[in-house]
Nanobody, 119 residues
Framework: QVQVVESGGGLVQPGGSLRLSCAAS????????MGWYRQAPGKQRDLVAT???????NYAEFVKGRFAISRDNAKNTVYLSMNNLDPEDTAVYYC?????????????WGQGTQVTVSS
């Protein structure tokens, strides 16, 4: 059994910053790509950023230069540092982990953490 748990969301003013964390736990052999996605009310879930096990990153155009993804492989944890936040960034942010278990590979989602950008 693998659990993926996000934390760090909240209410922030426009122009402010937040740091999200996501930890995977359980019987994990290794984690390939970890990523952040977001879903605003009435909209589809969009990719925000991903990071591979060797540190290669990929960002959506709308967050380039403002958000930074990083990970700690020893802790099976991924982070998303968000700066210069805009009301358009308001959404539920979900963590995703591509996990190699002992006998199979599987994909896991967290329950999401709400980020609200408002004055």
């Amino acid at each position: 059994q693998v659990q993926v748990v996000e934390s760090g969301g909240g209410l922030v003013q426009p122009g402010g910053s937040l740091r999200l964390s996501c930890a995977a736990s359980g019987t994990i052999f290794l984690i390939y790509t970890m990523g952040w996605y977001r879903q605003a009310p009435g909209k589809q879930r969009d990719l925000v950023a991903t990071i591979t096990s060797d540190g290669s990153t990929n960002y959506a155009e709308f967050v380039k230069g403002r958000f930074a993804i990083s990970r700690d492989n020893a802790k099976n944890t991924v982070y998303l540092s968000m700066n210069n936040l805009d009301p358009e960034d308001t959404a539920v942010y979900y963590c995703n982990a591509d996990v190699q278990l002992v006998l199979r590979r599987a994909n896991y989602w967290g329950q999401g953490t709400q980020v609200t950008v408002s004055s």
